[in-house]
Structures are given as structure tokens and as C-alpha cells.
């Protein structure tokens, strides 16, 4: 056995469109891929659907790289001190222990497929989020209750937030503000 079989695929994978476990955050919707469980832990990759404003505030993954591919829309994104803007097409890749957040800049809802090598930080979004079957289902949480999970699962998942730039600031509705939703069609 060479030193990368352990890190491939068990089987092959077809999911079709609109199916794959989703999640609802504050006004966003996520729908997953591909898992862990699928890719014997090699990476994990989600569709995001986020509305106007949306997005989380700045944080750091200790444990996996990031990537994103713009599907829909326009996204801002920090990397480290930078903002840049990825449009439709652009791809971001983004190292472990880079400080970055997205943001929907533009007006409408924009969509986006988020790649994370190695997997396992999809257990952060089962935990934290709100599973659904209708991904056009309002959200009965409040923004807070969500913002709670966020900050006390982080630490278990090698993830850091900042707030104002402090990451010791709790992370509240302030940082992670309700907005109208964003729907998978």
C-alpha cells in the first residue's frame, strides 16, 4: 500500500442535485456534497447558498485548508489583512491558520462550493446548524443561539473566531447578523 491509499475514496459517488444533508445558519443554507464518511476523511466539500450581507466573521482553522468556488454572485473575502472580490468562476484557495471570512457584497443570493482538506470540520456545521429538508424553510433560531454554538464547539474544532479583531470577544448577533434568507432552487 502506497502512502496516499488511505486518503482515497471508498467508493464511487453520485449526488444529485438538491440532495445531500442540509444545514440552515443565520439566513444561509448549506447542503453537503461529499463527507468524511464518504472520502475515508481526505476532504469534505458543501454547497453554501448565502443571502445579501451574510457570511461569518473572521476566523482560523486550525486543522484543514479552505477553498472556495464561486458558483453564483459576487463574494468578498478577508485573507489575512486583504479583501478581495471573487466573482463567478474565481477559485480561493485559503491555508490552515489564515485568518478569513466571505461576505456576500452583492444583492442577491449568492452560491458557492467550500472545499475543506481534511475533512471532518462538517461535524462543526451538524452541531451548530439546523439540519432541514426544505432548504426554503424560514429559521426559528435566533442569530444568538446560533452565535453560542459557534463559540463553544470552535475550540473542539480547532477553530478560532475574532471579533473586532479580538479573538477572545464573544461571538454575538453583532458579528453574525440575521438576514433574509438564501434558498436552494
Not at 454547497?47 to 463574494?75: M, N, S
Not at 478577508?78 to 472580490?85: A, K
Not at 456545521?125 to 435566533?142: G, K, V, W
Request: hydrophobic share 40%; with cysteine.
Amino acid at each position: 500500500m502506497n502512502d496516499h491509499e488511505h486518503l482515497t475514496i471508498r467508493s464511487a459517488l453520485h449526488r444529485a442535485a438538491g440532495t445531500g444533508a442540509m444545514y440552515l445558519g443565520p439566513g444561509d443554507v448549506y447542503r453537503f456534497l461529499v463527507t468524511g464518511a464518504d472520502t475515508a476523511g481526505a476532504y469534505f466539500a458543501m454547497e453554501a447558498v448565502v443571502a445579501p450581507g451574510g457570511g461569518p466573521p473572521p476566523h482560523i482553522h486550525r486543522h484543514e485548508d479552505e477553498t472556495f468556488y464561486v458558483v453564483e454572485g459576487q463574494c468578498g473575502i478577508l485573507l489575512g489583512e486583504d479583501w478581495i472580490t471573487a466573482g463567478v468562476g474565481d477559485f480561493v484557495n485559503v491555508p490552515r491558520g489564515t485568518v478569513h471570512r466571505f461576505e456576500n457584497q452583492g444583492t442577491e443570493a449568492m452560491r458557492m462550493i467550500l472545499t475543506f482538506t481534511p475533512a471532518g470540520i462538517e461535524k462543526f456545521f451538524e452541531e451548530t446548524l439546523q439540519r432541514t429538508l426544505d432548504p426554503t424553510a424560514d429559521i426559528p433560531e435566533t442569530v444568538d443561539a446560533v452565535a453560542a454554538r459557534y463559540a463553544a464547539a470552535a475550540p473542539r474544532f480547532g477553530m478560532e473566531f475574532f471579533v473586532d479583531g479580538d479573538p477572545r470577544a464573544e461571538i454575538t448577533s453583532g458579528a453574525m447578523s440575521r438576514r433574509q434568507p438564501a434558498h436552494i432552487d
